[in-house]
């Protein structure tokens, strides 16, 4: 099946600074990818969907300004916490669409990446 | 909006067993249905789906029929092994304004002891 990778897996950040995440499409190119956040024991929230050359779209009480998105090519999007705080510490979760027209259009997963702020 | 509605875990078994987790969705329109599980450690997989009302989907012994008269699509395995150990999410991903969004249940933590 289709793999999506996340870097980095892990990361501890101090309060104040930025930390950009990666979600990559390893053999198909994904037009659409979308940003999750899950909290311990809760679901996924969706925070935003991302399109190859377009600004990303934010689900309604996310901050676009806090989580800079960019999708600047067909394999690639990024995830970026600005100004960081403790309250930002989370699981972060990407997906990846098939193409439109692609039999099935599914989503796949990244293997997700724990941010804790200090 | 859209809505998924797990049973509340953890869920404990023994090897064996028979389990049942279950699903209950809100929607507008004719949403397609799923569950994806989460093994420790790794990202979320595509169990099963179903995209309209009646059809079943199955994969690994587990199996779910999504019901529309009862807005519920509950997963199903007659004998769970120690490797299903995992957390389960429901989801559904709607049409209209919503369209290509999954819309997530909380998960269910499923442990199976020897």
């Known amino acids: 099946g289709a793999v999506v990778s996340q870097h980095p897996s892990r990361v501890i950040c101090k309060s104040g600074t930025s930390v950009k995440i990666e979600c990559r499409s390893l053999?198909?190119?994904?037009?659409?990818m979308f940003w999750y956040r899950q909290f311990p024991k809760k679901s996924l929230m969706l925070m935003a969907t991302?399109?190859?050359?377009?600004?990303?779209?934010?689900e309604q009480g996310v901050e676009k300004d806090k989580f800079l998105i960019n999708h600047a090519s067909l394999t690639l999007s990024t995830l970026t916490v600005t100004s960081a705080h403790p309250e930002d510490s989370s699981f972060y979760i990407c997906?990846?669409?098939?193409?439109?027209?692609?039999?099935?259009?599914?989503?796949?997963f990244g293997p997700g990446t724990r941010l804790t702020v200090t | 909006g859209n809505s998924v509605t797990q049973m509340e875990g953890p869920v404990t078994l023994s090897e064996e067993a028979f389990l049942t987790i279950n699903c209950t969705y809100t929607?507008?329109?004719?949403?397609?249905l799923f569950w994806y599980v989460q093994y420790p450690g790794e990202g979320l997989q595509l169990l099963l789906k179903?995209?309209?009302?009646?059809d079943k989907g199955s994969n690994k012994g587990f199996e779910a029929t999504y019901r529309k008269e009862t807005t519920s699509f509950h997963l199903e395995k007659g004998s769970v092994q120690v490797s299903d150990s995992a957390v389960y999410f429901c989801?559904?991903?709607?049409?209209?304004?919503?369209?290509?969004?999954?819309?997530f249940g909380q998960g269910t933590i499923l442990t199976v002891h020897p």
């Open positions: 997906s990846a669409r098939e193409p439109s027209g692609h039999p099935g259009g599914e989503q796949y």
């Open positions: 053999d198909f190119q994904a037009t659409t």
């Open positions: 991302s399109n190859e050359g377009s600004k990303a779209t934010y």
């Open positions: 929607a507008t329109g004719y949403p397609s």
């Open positions: 179903a995209t309209k009302a009646d």
């Open positions: 989801a559904l991903k709607g049409g209209g304004t919503s369209y290509g969004k999954l819309t």
